[in-house]
Nanobody, 114 residues
Framework: VQLQASGGGLVQAGGSLRLSCTVSGTFFGVYHMAWYRQAPGKQRDLVASIGTNARIDYAAAVKGRFSISRDDTRNTVYLQMNSLKPEDTGVYYC?????????WGQGTQVTVSS
């Protein structure tokens, strides 16, 4: 099982980016999916999560600006990021529970310039 993330880049403050993460390999099912981010010198923190029951949670810092969604036909989770701020800069990691095991993607860099 592999998680492949994409969509990061450099954007000016106020701009938007859309991250994608696709689960590939042989597995029974993809359950909980989420995005985390790690700023330089800081711990990895939850940004948003989405369950199979469509329950969604957001970190307070991104609520109202970011939107998480999933396409189970493609085993893909998305993170739409709007009104980006410099403090959103970091490496974004996707996470998924696949066949009852935890998996992480390789991370994609998001840099927001002021």
């Amino acid at each position: 099982v592999q998680l492949q993330a994409s969509g990061g880049g450099l954007v000016q403050a106020g701009g938007s980016l859309r991250l994608s993460c696709t689960v590939s390999g042989t597995f029974f099912g993809v359950y909980h999916m989420a995005w985390y981010r790690q700023a330089p010198g800081k711990q990895r923190d939850l940004v948003a999560s989405i369950g199979t029951n469509a329950r969604i949670d957001y970190a307070a810092a991104v609520k109202g600006r970011f939107s998480i969604s999933r396409d189970d036909t493609r085993n893909t989770v998305y993170l739409q990021m709007n009104s980006l701020k410099p403090e959103d800069t970091g490496v974004y990691y996707c996470y998924a529970v696949v066949s009852a095991r935890d998996y992480w993607g390789q991370g994609t860099q998001v840099t927001v310039s002021s």
